[in-house]
């Protein structure tokens, strides 16, 4: 198998191009808000707006090999990916759960975006570093930390992404299992707009509407929320995509869990999935995450966690709007979405 170092020292071709997003839309996004805007590029023909590392980094997004006894969980941001990632590692891990007390769920999940979002700092002080130095010895950092640490990772490995299905290998659902989380289209905006003001990146800073206004121009980070949930639910029905929403795990995270459990061949009675389920609660999740991920860049991670919290920050005219573009964009596309 060829290293990942090995085939972004000579780029495989893409079906698709990144380019530079021109400086007047920039600026435009600067003025919205989002003081970290300062250089994005995006795919075309799709759009999909990214940070400049995934030009750089886009082949070995895209031609990155997944193996048969990987589990990948794929999400638009915002929608449930930490909760769907720590349930999936807790039923595959019932008897160790007490590691998740010592080892941050960035340990024992793969996030391969990371090396474009924030990419690893490669300095001695830093454990991510240290440990991508000591795993691929011949890597270098340009050409992905994550990515090459998860392609050393002697499996099995659970890895995850908000990468859409069209920016991966085209072979992903031939090759292993994935589990694509949905979550309605306002809860993950107003998510996605705390998430983006609570860091200490300072990625936006403004008001919801604004944000808001971003989202549903597909102009933020990852692209259009339509886009991505069209393409997993055109996929739904392959034998190796299981769907879930983040409300039905809201209101039955038993029956949930006993169907992620099926999918994923694993033969787990009622007391595991109750024990994995408390140890990935929300309360749970929360408390950890302060006890374990102490140098985590966004304040709040685990803000509210509730179905409907878009009523406290899309109200009146912004509200209908929002309900316009919904009833344009989910025009065609069954998804059974539940609001509250
Ligand atoms: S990210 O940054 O894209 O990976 O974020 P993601 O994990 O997809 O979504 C974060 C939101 O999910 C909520 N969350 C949970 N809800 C219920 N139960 C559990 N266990 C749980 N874990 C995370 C988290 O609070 C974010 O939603 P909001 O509405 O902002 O609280």
């Known amino acids: ?127 991510v570093y240290r440990r991508f130095v000591a795993a691929c010895p011949e890597g270098r950092v340009e050409d992905g930390v994550q990515l090459q640490l998860a392609a050393a990772h002697k499996g099995p490995r659970i890895i995850k992404t908000h990468l859409r299905f069209d920016l991966l290998r085209q ?46 121009g597909n102009g933020i980070l990852y692209g259009s929320y339509w886009e991505h949930v069209r393409q997993a639910w055109q996929r739904k029905g392959h034998r190796n995509l299981h769907v879930m929403f983040y409300e039905n795990m809201k209101a039955d995270i038993h029956g949930e869990l006993r169907n992620l459990a099926n999918f994923l061949q694993l033969d787990r009675d009622d007391d595991q999935l109750k024990t994995v389920a408390d140890h990935a609660s929300f309360d749970s999740m929360r408390s950890r995450h302060e006890r374990v991920n102490v140098n985590h860049g966004i304040r709040n991670f685990f803000r509210k966690g509730q179905v409907g919290d878009w009523k406290n920050a899309a109200t009146g005219d912004l509200n209908e709007r929002m309900d316009a573009w919904i009833r344009e964009n989910s025009h065609g596309i069954d998804i059974p979405f539940r609001y509250d």
């Not at 600026?27 to 799709?46: C, N």
């Open 1 to 127: 198998m060829a290293s990942i170092t090995e085939r972004t020292a000579a780029p495989l071709p893409l079906p698709f191009e990144v380019e530079d997003v021109p400086e007047d839309e920039i600026k435009r996004y600067l003025d919205l808000g989002f003081e970290e805007y300062t250089q994005l590029v995006r795919t075309k023909p799709i759009p999909s707006y990214f940070r400049p590392a995934y030009a750089r980094l886009a082949s070995a997004f895209y031609h990155f090999e997944f193996r048969p006894d990987d589990i990948v969980v794929l999400t638009y941001p915002k929608s449930g990916t930490s909760w769907t990632s720590e349930l999936v590692w807790a039923l595959k891990n019932p008897g160790a759960l007490h590691l998740a007390e010592e080892v941050p769920s960035s340990d024992r999940v793969f996030f391969i975006d990371m090396d474009m979002l924030r990419p690893t700092r490669a300095a001695e002080d830093n454990p």
């Open 171 to 216: 072979d992903l659902l031939d090759t292993c299992k994935v589990v694509y989380t949905i979550r309605n289209p306002k809860d993950t905006c107003v998510s996605y707009f705390h998430h983006s003001s609570n860091n200490k990146w300072h990625a936006f800073k403004g008001e919801f509407a604004h944000f808001a206004e971003a989202f549903m």
